[in-house]
């Protein structure tokens, strides 16, 4: 963790030690957000509807923002949720509505060659299985306690620095907002009629 | 009931992984390609933060953040490469996109 964060600040926001803090029902919980996120991809990939395929994407991301916080980490719960499922995923309805017309429902769903697609989505999970099977010993006991009260400052000591210092992530930080105005400037170029 | 770990976490990671590999393999419609590599991009974030998580440090989260960035740009710039595409050929079958083809 960061040690640019000052300790005041620190544990003005600490709740570790609150009992009334601590997680309840986290096995329930989990299996309910993994089910309705791993439901969620499955109909995905198998929807006829594009605009469905989108709904269920949007639900198995703010599954995956719930078990964001699960895992301690609310920040990017939230710009799971704002950015992912309140921008994307807009964006990707857009272009549903502008792109799909009625033949593409009534095509078939499926590739030509879906064995071969299949097969490959196989031995991958085979690969992983394995790897889960041969290294579950590996994977230390987790749940060193984040103060969860402070995540956002740590984050955003980390991102933009702080007292002067840069943070880690600041050069990573700028490239990632050139980034974007590369996208925004393509996307523009590239759905203008006439350039 | 077994304390959930992070083994767990790992293993829903994998199946949304192997989820979106199935999608990009074997659909015709290309922008439910491109949903099927942003439920990819998931399964990843949601590796990157369990681990963040054991190890009890932020980097993970920043990476995942950082990886949200990256799949609105290049959801924007793909979506954008359809958009030109369809005005062309009026057709988002992957099978019929095949101008480059000898």
Redesign the interface.
């Known amino acids: ?2 040690a640019g964060v000052s300790p005041a600040l620190l544990a003005a926001f600490t709740t570790t030690t609150d009992p009334g803090m601590a997680p309840v029902a ?2 329930f919980f ?1 299996y309910l957000l ?1 089910g309705l ?2 439901l969620g ?2 109909l ?2 198998t929807r006829r509807n ?1 605009v469905h ?2 709904l269920s ?1 949007i639900v ?2 703010i599954a ?1 923002a719930h ?2 916080l699960m ?3 609310p ?2 719960a939230a ?2 949720i704002i ?2 499922a309140g ?2 995923m807009v ?2 309805l857009f ?2 509505m ?4 009625e033949r ?1 429902s009534k ?6 060659i ?1 064995p ?3 097969a ?2 196989c031995a ?2 085979a690969l ?1 299985v394995s790897a ?1 099977v041969k290294g ?1 010993a590996l ?8 103060p969860e009260g402070s ?1 956002t400052q ?2 955003a000591s ?2 933009y620095g702080e007292a002067g210092r840069m943070g ?2 600041t050069f ?1 930080f700028e490239i ?1 907002s050139l ?2 105005l ?3 400037l ?3 170029i ?2 203008k ?1 006439k350039i | 009931m077994v304390p959930i770990t992070t083994f767990h976490y790992l293993v829903v990671a994998a199946a949304l992984f192997v989820l979106g590999v199935i999608g990009v393999l074997t659909r015709r419609n290309v922008v439910i390609m491109l949903m099927s590599i942003e439920l990819i991009l998931n399964a990843v974030n949601l590796n990157l933060v369990a681990f963040s998580r054991m190890w009890g440090r932020l980097d993970g989260q920043i990476f995942a953040i950082f990886i949200v960035v990256d799949a609105a740009a290049e959801a924007a710039v793909g979506l954008g490469i359809l958009i030109a595409f369809f005005r062309n050929k009026e057709t988002i079958n992957v099978d019929e996109i095949d101008l480059l083809k000898w």
């Open positions: 963790m960061s986290t096995p989990f993994s996120a791993i991809g499955f995905v990939i594009p395929c989108a994407l198995t991301l995956m078990l964001y895992l301690y980490a920040f990017v710009v799971q950015v992912y921008g994307i964006l990707f272009v549903i502008l792109v799909s017309v593409a095509d078939r769903r499926f590739n030509r879906w071969v697609g299949l490959a989505a991958l999970m992983f889960f579950r994977f230390p006991d987790p749940i060193i306690a984040i995540n740590q984050v980390m991102l880690q992530y990573a990632a980034l974007l590369v996208a925004i393509g996307a523009v590239m759905t009629k």
